[in-house]
């Protein structure tokens, strides 16, 4: 998808090491994928070892399909970044603006989700002069901060004195998923070196997909909370789906 290519891209603009870009790669492509080519269907699935690729409609427990190792998957990517074919030019070119927004995202949440105890306590106080709940002024406001150098070296400041209290006393925050040292390390890599990749392509070429009997199959497998659902659920959906004898 375009989120996750413009994602990817930005990964490797950052020049981080190979293994953290392998990582990386492999907690954003989950699940199947179907496409139809001109000589059949063409399924993958992602697993811990890689991506298993076959001809079919199904791939997930076929032994005999192709493995591409994530690290093979991260390096192709690399190489199609450098010949342009990767991302369109404007995924690329807009890249930079998308880490601002998201980061301004993760920021207002993270204001959002501190406690009472926090908020009395007087953390994020930078963050919280901004903060006027209204969602679309306050990203923009917080947007605006991290653009400017001395303004997000001040939130990071602040972001390190609350992470390192919050591992202390997880009261500060009323959830957990925007951890503070989550988004610390998210605001610090605003200010990694970048490496620019440009590209001619305007669009991606279109490639009808399809949904594999494995994104099918997969929901129904976790099954129910009974014990042995997910068991049973299966084994219902691929008697279903087996050819039968004749």
């Given at each position: 998808?375009?989120?996750?290519?413009?994602?990817?891209?930005?990964?490797?603009?950052?020049?981080?090491?190979?293994?953290?870009?392998?990582?990386?790669?492999?907690?954003?492509?989950?699940?199947?994928?179907?496409?139809?080519?001109?000589?059949?269907?063409?399924?993958?699935?992602?697993?811990?070892?890689?991506?298993?690729?076959?001809?079919?409609?199904?791939?997930?427990?076929?032994?005999?399909?192709?493995?591409?190792?994530?690290?093979?998957?991260?390096?192709?990517?690399?190489?199609?970044?450098?010949?342009?074919?990767f991302a369109t030019n404007v995924e690329l070119t807009e890249a930079p603006g998308y880490e601002?927004?998201?980061?301004?995202?993760?920021?207002?949440?993270?204001?959002?989700?501190?406690?009472?105890?926090?908020?009395?306590?007087?953390?994020?106080?930078?963050?919280?002069?901004?903060?006027?709940?209204?969602?679309?002024?306050?990203?923009?406001?917080?947007?605006?901060?991290?653009?400017?150098?001395?303004?997000?070296?001040?939130?990071?400041?602040?972001?390190?004195?609350?992470?390192?209290?919050?591992?202390?006393?997880?009261?500060?925050?009323?959830?957990?998923?925007?951890?503070?040292?989550?988004?610390?390390?998210?605001?610090?890599?605003?200010?990694?070196?970048?490496?620019?990749?440009?590209?001619?392509?305007?669009?991606?070429?279109?490639?009808?997909?399809?949904?594999?009997?494995?994104?099918?199959?997969?929901?129904?497998?976790?099954?129910?909370?009974?014990?042995?659902?997910?068991?049973?659920?299966?084994?219902?959906?691929?008697?279903?789906?087996?050819?039968?004898?004749?």
């Amino acid at each position: 998808t375009e989120d996750a290519r413009t994602k990817i891209a930005l990964e490797f603009m950052k020049q981080k090491p190979f293994s953290e870009l392998t990582a990386f790669v492999k907690q954003t492509y989950h699940d199947g994928y179907g496409l139809k080519t001109e000589s059949g269907n063409l399924s993958s699935w992602a697993a811990e070892d890689g991506l298993h690729i076959t001809m079919g409609t199904s791939v997930r427990y076929d032994r005999t399909a192709q493995i591409l190792s994530w690290e093979d998957a991260t390096a192709r990517i690399g190489e199609l970044l450098e010949q342009g074919r990767f991302a369109t030019n404007v995924e690329l070119t807009e890249a930079p603006g998308y880490e601002l927004e998201q980061a301004a995202n993760s920021l207002w949440y993270l204001c959002g989700d501190m406690s009472a105890e926090a908020r009395e306590q007087g953390w994020l106080p930078t963050l919280r002069d901004n903060y006027t709940g209204a969602y679309l002024d306050t990203r923009e406001s917080l947007q605006k901060l991290l653009e400017d150098r001395e303004s997000r070296q001040i939130i990071i400041s602040e972001l390190e004195a609350f992470a390192s209290a919050w591992e202390q006393d997880r009261s500060l925050m009323r959830y957990r998923y925007y951890r503070p040292d989550r988004v610390l390390r998210e605001v610090k890599e605003l200010s990694l070196p970048r490496r620019e990749y440009a590209s001619d392509m305007r669009e991606i070429p279109s490639v009808p997909a399809f949904i594999t009997e494995d994104e099918i199959a997969a929901p129904l497998s976790r099954g129910g909370s009974y014990e042995g659902g997910a068991g049973r659920i299966y084994s219902f959906w691929m008697q279903e789906h087996t050819p039968k004898e004749k």
